[in-house]
């Protein structure tokens, strides 16, 4: 699902983001509910980024107040019946044809796509974030989820990868 949003994007710069585990839900300027292995997973488009809500777990990748943690490079932790990990990298692209090309792609592999969604925020063509639902294999236990969160002004894209995973 592609949103053609009409709030200006808050996180302004990839160092910005911070990351947290069990918030309760955010506004949301979009939201996408996808029923994958016996769990409904919300992606969530906030003016700061995103949240993923997939049963008990709440993620949010956001430009958020306070004492906010950064976004780390990595995070394990679990939840009741689940273990959970997150990986974030941060791509910083030389010139803007190469940002603009990076940006372009992620956006047509997920466009039509019913487990993805999109956001296009005003002001640049190229200030997205992305959320997708990874394709499960057949003796899949869990769920995974990836993101992408585009600056046009600093020619970054974060993405990130998520996995839910229930223990053997």
């Known amino acids: 699902m592609r949103a053609i949003l009409d709030t200006p994007f808050a996180d302004a710069r990839a160092d910005a983001l911070s990351f947290a585990l069990g918030l309760p ?19 969530r488009l906030l003016g700061a980024s995103h949240q993923v809500i997939a049963g008990p777990l709440s993620e949010t990748v956001a430009c958020l107040p306070g ?64 959320l997708a639902l990874e394709t499960p294999a057949p003796d899949d236990t869990g769920i995974g989820w990836r993101t992408w969160h585009a600056y046009p ?3 970054e894209i974060v993405m990130t990868r998520s996995r839910l995973e229930r223990p053997s």
């Open 25 to 43: 839900r955010m506004d949301a300027l979009a939201v996408l509910p996808v029923e994958r292995g016996g769990l409904t997973v919300e992606l």
């Open 67 to 130: 004492d906010a943690e950064p976004l780390p490079g990595r995070a394990t932790g679990s939840v009741p019946g689940w273990t959970y990990e997150f990986a974030a990298t941060t791509a910083a692209h030389s010139d803007a044809t190469a940002f603009a090309r990076a940006v372009e792609a992620v956006c047509a592999r997920l466009a039509d796509r019913g487990d993805a969604l999109t956001g296009d925020f005003p002001g640049s063509r190229h200030a997205v974030t992305a």
């Open 153 to 155: 002004q600093t020619r």
